[in-house]
């Protein structure tokens, strides 16, 4: 069994910052893919960022610049530095990973963090 803990999340004002961490544990697992995504209410979930094997990187257009994503390979943890954060960027966050556990590759998604940005 593989589970994805997530971290980091709360109340923020406009233009402060905040860093989520997701970890994967488990058994037999390699990771391909890690990333966060985010559903604010009554919208869509979307994709905020995204970190491949090699490290490159993939961001939603409305992040960039303000958000960084980074992973620690030796502690299968991915995070999500969020700086410059504006009311449109509350919402609740999920961890999301690709990963080949006993053999099978799949999506694998966190519990959800909230984030709220308000004065």
């Known amino acids: 069994q593989v589970q994805l803990v997530e971290s980091g999340g709360g109340l923020v004002q406009p233009g402060g910052s905040l860093r989520l961490s997701c970890a994967a544990s488990g058994d037999r697992f390699s990771i391909h893919t890690m990333g966060w995504y985010r559903q604010a209410p009554e919208k869509q979930r979307e994709l905020v960022a995204a970190?491949?094997?090699?490290?490159?990187?993939n961001y939603a257009d409305s992040v960039k610049g303000r958000f960084t994503v980074s992973r620690d390979n030796a502690k299968n943890t991915v995070y999500l530095q969020m700086n410059s954060l504006k009311p449109e960027d509350t919402a609740v966050y999920y961890c999301?990973?690709?990963?080949?556990?006993?053999?099978?590759?799949?999506?694998?998604w966190g519990q959800g963090t909230q984030v709220t940005v308000s004065s």
């Open positions: 999301n990973a690709e990963l080949t556990v006993w053999g099978i590759r799949r999506n694998y």
């Open positions: 970190i491949f094997n090699g490290g490159s990187t």
